[in-house]
């Protein structure tokens, strides 16, 4: 997009890790239905701008911007584009994430120190920087998985007891989560609860124990009416499924974009996990 059209005041939703899998089906969907400009993120510049010109073919025009949710330079950048053409944000739908193949033999404290960095880390850098840009209305959509709901048995009483309280705050949560990648990456954080070979699992019940947290925020919150969920887009057909997932893009997009065009003052859902446009229960 060109930096120096000015745009201020119109709506505008920014997806991040947009170029392919379901991040590209929602800005496909929004495209398709949010009253707005739609910003495809992606963190290498070539592949963003195809997945733009392929919308471009489908009749489709979102724009672009790089974005790396782990790298703070390029989270300012973003800020400050939407700042300086926007003065705002409408919708927030944070899809970024990466998961490694056991069979690529990396390291288990590389995963842990990569997959937590950038799933749960990124995800809250973003939220954190953008959130002052946040206007009445706004929707912030965190996209997890529902490996989560496995997972959680994994952990110990005494860790679910941390982490399952009702006033968790962000910094506690992040401690502990700080707490599970030091110790991993020495080999000893099964010692301390945590499971034994999931850091892709641990880092979204992170993510969906930041979307409550940040949504009890949101309720004293000057602006009015900021909803924050978190959603399962479903097995879909991905390359992070290996392909074998039951949905194409386009249906995993819909609880998402559900989430994202949630009408103004809606009572339900709030700070809450969803599947099939549904609430349900992860832990």
């Known amino acids: 997009m060109n930096p120096t059209t000015t745009t201020s005041g119109r709506r505008v939703a920014v997806v991040t890790g947009a170029n392919k899998g379901v991040g590209f089906g929602i800005v496909r969907a929004l495209c398709k239905q949010f009253d707005g400009d739609v910003i495809l993120t992606a963190r290498n510049v070539d592949r963003g701008q195809q997945a733009v010109a392929d919308l471009n073919q489908e009749g489709l025009r979102p724009r672009f911007h790089q974005l790396d949710i782990t790298d703070t330079d390029s989270v300012d950048a973003l800020a400050t584009f939407l700042k300086d053409n926007y003065d705002g944000l409408d919708v927030l739908v944070n899809n970024a994430a990466i998961k490694f193949r056991r069979e690529a033999g990396v390291p288990f404290p590389r995963r842990i120190k990569e997959t937590v960095g950038c799933n749960f880390f990124g995800t809250l ?17 965190n996209v997890t998985c529902f490996c989560i709901s496995s997972t959680i048995t994994e952990f110990s009483q005494d860790l679910l007891s941390q982490l399952l309280k009702p006033d968790l705050t962000m910094a506690q949560l992040e401690l502990l989560l700080q707490d599970y990648v030091r110790k991993g990456e020495m080999g000893g954080h099964f010692r301390v609860g945590w499971p034994t070979d999931a850091e892709y699992a641990v880092s979204k019940v992170g993510v969906c124990l930041m979307s409550a947290i940040l949504s009890r925020e949101a309720v004293d919150d000057s602006r009015g009416d900021i909803v924050v969920n978190a959603c399962c887009p479903g097995h879909v057909r991905t390359d992070m499924s290996r392909y074998e997932g039951s949905l194409t893009v386009d249906q995993g997009a819909d609880t998402p974009m559900y989430l994202s065009l949630l009408p103004r003052n809606a009572a339900r859902p709030r700070g809450q996990f969803l599947a099939e446009r549904t609430v349900a229960k992860w832990w």
């Not at 959130?131 to 959509?141: K, T």
């Open 125 to 141: 850098s973003v939220t954190r920087r953008l959130w002052p840009l946040l206007r009445p209305h706004a929707r912030v959509v």
